[in-house]
Nanobody, 124 residues
Framework: QVQLVESGGRLVQAGGSLRLSCTAS????????MGWFRQAPGKEREFVMA????????YYADSVKGRFTISRDNAKRTVYVQMNSLKPEDTAVYYCAASSRVSGYETPSSYKYWGQGTQVTVSS
């Protein structure tokens, strides 16, 4: 079993920056692809970004490409998201998730473990 805990979400003004963290306990962290998804009120959960086991490859949704950066520190069992140039449409609950395979990295059902989420609110 892997437990994931996100942190760092808060209210921020448009154009601002945030850094989210997701720390894992249980399991072997370095064996998992780590992804971030977000869900806004009334909308489906959507893929935001993902990173492979050793950080060698990263994947981004077009909506965040160039503004968000994902990284991981396997020694600290933590994955990070640096979010810059935030927009009101980035407002959502952000979830981190762990998957044992890279195929289907954009699909929520590919991820076995999920955190509880952290709220990011971007004011205009």
């Amino acid at each position: 079993q892997v437990q994931l805990v996100e942190s760092g979400g808060r209210l921020v003004q448009a154009g601002g920056s945030l850094r989210l963290s997701c720390t894992a306990s249980g399991g072997t962290f370095s064996e998992y692809i780590m992804g971030w998804f977000r869900q806004a009120p009334g909308k489906e959960r959507e893929f935001v970004m993902a990173i492979t086991w050793n950080g060698g490859r990263t994947y981004y949704a077009d909506s965040v490409k160039g503004r968000f950066t994902i990284s991981r520190d396997n020694a600290k069992r933590t994955v990070y998201v640096q979010m810059n140039s935030l927009k009101p449409e980035d407002t959502a609950v952000y979830y981190c998730a762990a998957s044992s395979r890279v195929s289907g990295y954009e699909t929520p059902s590919s991820y076995k473990y999920w955190g509880q989420g952290t709220q990011v609110t971007v004011s205009s």
